[in-house]
């Protein structure tokens, strides 16, 4: 038998604290359809995902497009994932929990 526990950490990598500026979009199929939504913060980054601070609302499943902005970099870095979670509060506040696609 297997209990789930209620807020249990399942992060297989660590997840390192950031502040990095961030344009995100939705992805549609045809690039004539992406449309940005806003900008926002990338609060914590992992190997496989990371999580940005907005207000955008965005369902889970939905494919984004990000360009994050990097201290050592001149130009942004250009991300694709997809929304794995949302928060609606919390102490890192709003936000979308985001799986990469392309990695770091």
Same mark, same amino acid.
């Given at each position: 038998?297997?209990?789930?526990?209620? !807020?249990?950490?399942?992060?297989?990598? #660590?997840?390192?604290?950031? $502040?990095? @500026?961030?344009?995100? &979009?939705?992805?549609?199929? $045809?690039?004539?359809? =992406?449309?940005?939504?806003?900008?926002?913060?990338?609060? $914590?980054?992992? &190997?496989?995902? *990371?999580?940005?601070?907005?207000?955008? !609302?965005? #369902?889970?499943?939905?494919?984004?497009? *990000? *360009?994050?902005?990097?201290? /050592?970099? =001149?130009? #942004?870095? @250009?991300?694709?994932? =997809?929304?794995? &979670?949302?928060?609606? %509060?919390?102490?890192?506040?709003?936000?979308? %929990?985001? /799986?990469?696609?392309?990695? *770091?």
């Amino acid at each position: 038998m297997t209990i789930e526990i209620e !807020n249990q950490d399942r992060r297989t990598t #660590p997840r390192y604290g950031v $502040d990095l @500026p961030v344009r995100l &979009w939705s992805e549609g199929m $045809d690039p004539s359809q =992406r449309v940005e939504i806003e900008s926002g913060k990338v609060c $914590d980054v992992s &190997w496989g995902g *990371l999580f940005i601070k907005t207000g955008a !609302n965005q #369902p889970v499943g939905a494919e984004m497009g *990000l *360009l994050v902005t990097m201290p /050592q970099h =001149r130009d #942004p870095v @250009p991300l694709r994932g =997809r929304v794995a &979670w949302i928060s609606h %509060g919390g102490p890192k506040g709003p936000g979308l %929990g985001i /799986q990469l696609e392309t990695t *770091l």
